[in-house]
């Protein structure tokens, strides 16, 4: 479970060792999926350890690492209600996502930690 703190991070419990990761500078942007399933390209920040994808609609998103293949099937879904999450990401260079939903006008929300 996190805390998020009103300096600007959020703060959760590592692993067994006691350790803890605490994460600054969250950015909070919107993308509008405007066309029903569609496939749309989200490039998260460089440097970012942590992410939230989630979607404010009823909609159900598709959400592949390679352009493509949620035509081909080759995705995994996040029912509404759920959100797409990662953390601990060690990782210097931007991620790309391929994410589709299976209604126009999908506004989602994107947080990014540092």
Not at 71 to 98: E, K, M, R, W
């Amino acid at each position: 479970m996190g805390v998020f703190t009103p300096g600007g991070g959020i703060s959760s419990g590592g692993g067994g060792s006691g350790s803890q990761i605490v994460k600054q500078n969250p950015s909070i942007t919107k993308e509008v999926l405007t066309i029903a399933d569609n496939e749309y390209t989200i490039t998260l920040p460089a440097s970012r350890v942590s992410y939230l994808i989630r979607s404010r609609e009823n909609a159900v998103l598709k959400v592949a690492d390679t352009t493509g293949n949620i035509a081909a099937g080759d995705y995994f879904t996040v029912p509404y209600g759920n959100s797409i999450f990662a953390d601990n990401i060690d990782s210097a260079s931007s991620i790309t996502l391929f994410i589709s939903s299976n209604k126009a006008n999908t506004t989602l929300e994107i947080w990014c930690w540092t």
